[in-house]
């Protein structure tokens, strides 16, 4: 059965920093693409960062610069560093895989940021 946990959500203020982790299991997540994605209220869900297998990286121009996708082969975990976090930020930040094109997704962790 294949999990994602998210964890490090949370409220900061404008210019403040968080780092999200997600817990993967049921996969061989050394060989997987992960990748972060966030949806917004009233708003489409939108990548956010992803990693390949290979450690490249590739972020959207809204954070490129401030957002940073890391990735734990020995302990299954992707990490989202996310700094100069503006109001616009404000969203629910999902964790994501495709396994032999099969989404997965996490439920989801709230990042809040106040101006």
């Known amino acids: 059965q294949v999990q994602l946990v998210e964890s490090g959500g949370g409220l900061v203020q404008a210019g403040g920093s968080l780092k999200l982790s997600c817990a993967v299991s049921?996969?061989?997540?050394?060989?997987?693409?992960m990748g972060w994605y966030r949806q917004g209220p009233v708003k489409e869900r939108e990548l956010v960062a992803r990693?390949?297998?290979?450690?490249?990286?590739d972020y959207p121009d809204t954070v490129k610069g401030r957002f940073t996708i890391s990735r734990d082969n020995g302990n299954n975990t992707v990490n989202l560093q996310m700094n100069s976090l503006k109001p616009d930020d404000t969203a629910v930040y999902y964790c994501?895989?495709?396994?032999?094109?099969?989404?997965?997704w996490g439920r989801g962790t709230q990042v809040t940021v106040s101006s």
């Open positions: 994501h895989c495709s396994p032999g094109g099969v989404n997965y």
């Open positions: 049921g996969i061989d997540f050394s060989i997987n693409t």
């Open positions: 990693i390949s297998s290979g450690g490249n990286t």
